[in-house]
Each structure stands twice: as C-alpha cells, then as structure tokens.
C-alpha cells in the first residue's frame, strides 16, 4: 500500500522567512496530492493540492511542486506570517482508492515575530 | 451552516462503556469517512463509507463499528472503550472515487477514564 513520509517533523522560522516541506509517495499510481493545515485545537482544512498532470501550483504566498519520476512533492511557503504556524499534513491518494487519502505524519510549523 | 457537524465535540467517560459519535454532512458527497488523530497528531483513516456502502475497513478493533443509514450520515459506535482509545475523532466527507478533496469536521475529542 501507499506509505507517505513527511520531512521536517518540527520547523521553526523568522516571520518574513520561506518555509519548505518535503514529502515522498511510495506508490507510482498515486496521483492526487493535497495539503491540509491544522490550527491548534481545529480541524484539517484545505489549503492547496495539485494532480499528477501539473508539476507546480501557486496560490498566493503558498506554491506545491510535485516530481512523479522522484516521487516527492513539496510545499513552500513565502513571507511567512505568525498566523501560518499551524501542523500542515501532506497526503496522497489515486483514482481507484474510493479517495482513501494517505496522510503524512505533519510538520509543526512555528513562525516567531 | 457547517459542511460537516459531528457531535459531540468533547466526550469523557469511564473504561468499559458505550458510547457513540454522530456525524452528517450537507454537502451531497457520496463518500464518508472517520479518521482518528492520536496524542501524536497522526491522522489515520479507520472506516470509509460511500453511499452507505463499506469501503475501507481499517485494521480497527471490532469493538468500532460504523452505521451509516444514509449517505449524508455516519456514525461511529464503539463499545466497551480503553484508554487507547483517547483521541480526537473526525468525521470527513469527499467526492468519492474522483481525487476530490477531504472536508473534515471539527473534531470530537474522547477521554477515557
């Protein structure tokens, strides 16, 4: 079955600094990658996903990158902001998997004023 | 208006009772799952129901046992409860087979004592 490793497990910045998170997939069939962000005491929520058909995705100050023949994707993060100090979970599913999405074990993210 | 509720938000009980977990979604999505997220903040997926179907069934303890009477509700039931079983519950639904994104609830945090 699919295995997601997620990299760092804690990662501390300066506001105004880029942050970057790793994550590699086991399974090559896997083709749909999203990434929640998870507040204090709240649940997961959407922030941006990308699909195998697309190698980079920009939202605002938030970008995913996704290399299939490495098998890993990425998130960053520009001009960080105190507010972007969440856990932030990447994950992967396929076609085919009745969308069981298989979830990286997060990354604390602290952004210090 | 949430997407997906799910009640109780906190629940604390003693070892060895009963007790159960609602969940609806309102989003006419025909796929419904509950994940549990441990101390750790790991999410896991235990159980995924599309339209009132089992999809996915988890290596969890058959002392779980989901219901769904319909594809707008899932519930979770779980019986004679451990210790282990603290954790934050979340209920979520998607697009099913499509690679459509997971929208969680707010989460209910059990507490066995």
């Known amino acids: 079955g699919e295995n997601v490793e997620q990299h760092p497990s804690t990662l501390s910045v300066q506001e105004g600094d880029s942050a970057v998170i790793k994550c590699t997939y086991s399974d090559s069939a896997s083709n749909y990658f999203p990434w929640y962000k998870q507040e204090l005491g709240k649940r997961p929520q959407l922030i941006i996903d990308?699909?195998?058909?697309?190698g980079e995705k920009k939202d605002q100050r938030i970008a995913v990158t996704l290399n299939k023949t490495a098998k890993h994707f990425s998130l960053h993060i520009t001009e960080t902001q105190p507010e972007d100090s969440a856990v932030y979970f990447c994950a992967a599913s396929k076609v085919g998997s009745q969308g069981n999405l298989i979830f990286g074990k997060g990354t604390k993210l602290s952004v210090k004023p | 208006d949430t997407a997906v509720s799910q009640t109780p938000k906190y629940l604390v009980t003693q070892m060895g009772n009963d007790k159960s977990i609602k969940c609806e979604q309102n989003?006419?999505?025909?796929?419904m799952y509950w994940y549990k997220q441990d101390s750790k903040k790991f999410l896991k997926i235990m159980f995924s129901y599309n339209n009132k179907e089992l999809i996915i069934n988890e290596t969890v303890p058959n002392r779980f046992s989901p219901k769904s009477p319909d594809k707008a509700h899932l519930n979770l039931h779980i019986n004679s409860l451990e210790l282990g079983d603290s954790a934050v519950y979340f209920c979520a639904s998607s697009q099913g087979d499509r690679n459509s994104p997971l929208h969680f609830g707010n989460g209910t945090r059990l507490t066995v004592t």
């Open positions: 989003l006419g999505h025909d796929t």
């Open positions: 990308i699909r195998s058909n697309v």
